[in-house]
């Protein structure tokens, strides 16, 4: 059941991403998708893999390590895309390829200290707090550019762009207005930072405004694994 409904969800969703690139004049293959796995088996990244999918994002340091270290035996890009505690940077650096949410000056430096020497630089982007909520972790917009100019000067990492997480939303409009200000920024970043190639923004009941305005990751977890057991 959980291979069959994987299927079809992950059949749909990729069917959608090209419509989208398609619809707002987006190179094909231009948007990566991110599966969300937080909370989800190895049973089911098992599944995704098989089917084709690479990227896996996680949220929880220590669950995520746990399923790292179970699926070795396939080549797959994990993303950190969750809020990061000092005390767990040590096990991102060691066990990710990407990170998504760096905030402070604090984190990026640790990151790059405990980046192993065998492994290649750590990917990263800024995660900015385009609509200033409390609730929600990242730099303010006009500090982005500051974070941006230090972690260019750490050895371990690589620059890689800009993450957000909108107010949750059915409003396509202001969907619309986030992400045009997130694109925005980008470019700004592009304008002092060479490596700049990635726009991480973009959910399941969000992706399509998100692609229509620049994203060139998107992070879906519900359209693919279905409602999360909260239980």
């Not at 192993?116 to 900015?128: E, W, Y």
Request: hydrophobic share 40%.
């Amino acid at each position: 059941m959980i291979t069959s409904t994987l299927a079809s969800n992950f059949k749909a969703t990729k069917e959608k991403i090209s419509l989208f690139e398609r619809r707002y004049h987006r190179p094909a293959d231009d948007v990566c998708l991110i599966a969300v796995s937080k909370t989800r088996s190895v049973e089911e990244i098992r599944t995704l893999a098989d089917l084709g999918q690479i990227h896996f994002g996680e949220n929880y340091v220590q669950e995520a390590v746990d399923k790292i270290t179970k699926i070795t035996d396939v080549p797959l890009i994990w993303h950190f895309i969750g809020p990061i505690q000092k005390n767990k940077t040590k096990l991102i650096a060691q066990y990710f390829n990407w990170v998504h949410s760096i905030d402070r000056e604090v984190i990026a430096t640790r990151l790059s200290d405990q980046r192993p020497d065998t492994l290649p630089n750590l990917s990263v982007c800024i995660q900015v707090n385009i609509d200033n909520e409390d609730s929600k972790s990242g730099v303010p917009p006009d500090e982005a550019l500051a974070l941006a100019s230090v972690i260019e000067q750490l050895p371990k990492l690589t620059l890689r762009g800009l993450m957000a997480i909108p107010s949750a939303t059915n409003d396509v409009d202001q969907q619309t207005s986030t992400f045009k200000k997130m694109s925005l920024l980008l470019e700004k970043l592009k304008q002092n930072h060479s490596n700049i190639d990635t726009l991480s923004m973009g959910m399941s009941n969000d992706f399509e405004a998100a692609i229509a305005n620049g994203a060139t990751m998107v992070r879906i977890g519900t359209a693919l694994f279905g409602p999360r057991d909260n239980s």
